[in-house]
Each structure stands twice: as structure tokens, then as C-alpha cells.
């Protein structure tokens, strides 16, 4: 397993970056304006044919545990009392859904969109599990002693939350269970399930400090258990509205461009280019480190995370504090975390 997906995590890595080099291609193309009828559809079905490649990159980024989390400190019976409703409308009438959730959860450091999309993978394979109805239970609890599976060191070694996803389907026999987890294992008819789901929520689980078991057997159901370790930080309201993404006006400051990778890097100045914006380029952090300390009047530095070479992103961001304390340095994908624990307020996602 560890195999497949530190496999899988380098094909995905790659196909990401050359489906970023596409889109930005294409998107250029569409700025340009001179496509209409026939050509403009054939662009746009390209563009859309782009956005599937890039959710299946980034599914099997999650199996491979290489996506970027951006996880905060959430108390989970607000995070799954948020999800209630969506599931209920994704499970449909014939489903009973019961939510058992105890009071005083521990709360846990995890991404919550990712946490809500894993429920959402759950829910659906308990709903294919029942095609003539039945039960899903969703129950939370503390659970403070050692974890079946887990290592004492792991995250969960001061007490854990255990979220389970119960229901009364058809079950799986011993055959299919042993691969559940691996990514593109489906036993669905073709084009009714990539088999992403599982590796997927697998992925996530474990890039997350966490452990994920399936306990099933044919005509007794399935029943998912995650455990998230205990966090002891107040947590964050994760009520605020989503993101949403708005029509960009171009501007015309200055913005330093950190990619290793040149096609990467071309696409990516000629779109900030093409919206007006004026655009330094560094191919890696020590280069970007020599433009921002020359004196250039730069705005914003928006760099890549992982690049070749001694120096790190982390190190340009301190730069940038240092020496542009009113710019912001962004980065596509999250810092890591260390970033934030050293540099707190140097770096932007
Ligand atoms: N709750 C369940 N009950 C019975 N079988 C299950 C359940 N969850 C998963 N499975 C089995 O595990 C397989 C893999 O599940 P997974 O969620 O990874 O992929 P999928 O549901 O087939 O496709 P996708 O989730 O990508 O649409 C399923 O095809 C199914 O055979
Ligand atoms: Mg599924």
C-alpha cells in the first residue's frame, strides 16, 4: 500500500502540474476572445475535460496523503451536525438516518471540507449497500484508551475521537474488504464508481495522524470506524461561508512568481501578464530571495511549496516578512505547517 501510493502521489503530482499548464494555456486562449461558435464549445469542453483530471489528481494526491490540508481546530459534533442535513438529502427517503453523538467531544485538529467529503464518500457507498433501504448510523465518542492498529507514538496517544459510519447493507465478503482501500477497486458497473473513495478517505485519514478501520461481512453490514486525535485548542468557527470564486478585474501591481517547473512558470506569468499585472520570475527561493532583497517594489510573492535546491519557500516567506513586511507571500498549495508554527503571519495561503 505504502508502495502504490507513494507511486500514485508522484503521477498525480505530475499530471497536476501539466494539467495546470493546459488550463492556463486554455484559459489564455479564451482571454484572447477570438473564438465563438463550434471552436469556442470545443475549448470549453476542454477546459471542463481539464476539471475532471484535475478531481481525479486530487483524489489520488488525498490516497497518496500528499494534498494540501488546511486543518483548524474544529469541535466534530458542530462539523458533523453541519453535515446532517446534506446527508440526509444524498441518502434519500428509503434511508433512516440516525445520528448518535455524544456530548463533550474532544476536539481535533483535521481539514474540515476534506472530514465532510469522507462522510459524503461513506454515506454514498451505504447508500449502494442498500438499494432497498435501511439504516445509516452515524455515532462520535471519545475513546481514551489505546487504538486497535494504531502505534502508541501515533496522534491518537492522548486520547482520541471515534467517529463510526453504520449501516445495514449487503456487506462486503472477505474478498472485496481486503482491497476496499486500494484506489481504483470497484465492484460497481463501469461508470457508476472510479473505486477512489475508500483510498481516498484512507489517504486522508492517515495524512492526518489518524486511523481508519472496516469492519464488514455479507449480510451483516458495514461499519467504518475513524479515529481523529484529541486536540486540546479552542475551536474555530467553521460556520463561515465557503469561499467563492470571483471574476478576476487583473490590477496592475507587481508580482514575483516563484516555480521550478518553466512551463509551470511561463503559463502562469503570461496569465498575470495578460491581466495586466507587471511579473518578476524566479525558477527557485534563493533566486527569489536575491529579487526581493535587490530593492525591486514588488506587491505580492506567489511561490511554489516544494522546490529544488538547499533553500525552502519557508525561508523565502521569512525573507519577505523581513524585508517587505506589508506584502504577502501566497502560495498555490498550503505552507506546511512548520511554515506557520515559525513564521506565523509571514505567509498566506
Ligand atoms: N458500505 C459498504 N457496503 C458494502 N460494500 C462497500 C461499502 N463501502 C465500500 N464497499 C465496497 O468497496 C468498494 C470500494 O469502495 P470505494 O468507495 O473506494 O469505491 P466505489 O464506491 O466503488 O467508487 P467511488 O467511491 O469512487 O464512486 C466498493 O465498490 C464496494 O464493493
Ligand atoms: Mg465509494
Partial sequence: MEAIGQLTGGVAHDFNNVLQIIAGNLQLLKMGGTFAGKALTRLEQAQAGVERGARLASHLLAFARRQPLQAVVVDPAVLLGDAEDMLRRVLGERI???????????????????????????????????????????????????????????????????????????GMPASVLERAFDPFFTTKPTGEGTGLGLSMAYGFIKQSGGEIQLDSAPGHGTTVRIYLGRSDEQARDIGLPPLVAVPSNGGTETILVVEDETDVRTTTVDLLLALGYRVL?????????????????????????????????????????????????????????????TRAGSTRR
Fill in 96 to 170: 433512516a438516518v440516525v445520528f448518535d453523538i455524544a456530548a463533550d467531544l474532544w476536539n481535533v485538529a483535521v481539514d474540515p471540507n476534506q472530514l465532510t467529503n469522507v462522510l459524503l464518500n461513506l454515506a454514498i457507498n451505504a447508500r449502494d449497500a442498500m438499494p432497498a433501504g435501511g439504516t445509516l448510523t452515524v455515532r462520535a465518542a471519545n475513546a481514551d484508551g489505546p487504538v486497535p492498529g494504531l502505534a502508541s507514538a501515533s496522534a491518537c496517544a492522548g486520547g482520541c475521537i471515534l467517529i463510526e459510519v453504520i449501516d445495514d447493507g449487503h
Fill in 281 to 341: 520570475q524566479a525558477e527557485d527561493a534563493r533566486g527569489a530571495i536575491e529579487i526581493v532583497q535587490s530593492g525591486a517594489a514588488i506587491d505580492l510573492v506567489f511561490t511554489d511549496v516544494i522546490m529544488p535546491g538547499q533553500v525552502t519557500s519557508c525561508d523565502l516567506s521569512e525573507t519577505v516578512r523581513e524585508t517587505l513586511p506589508a506584502r504577502r507571500c501566497c502560495s498555490p498549495r498550503a505552507m506546511p505547517k512548520a511554515c506557520w508554527r
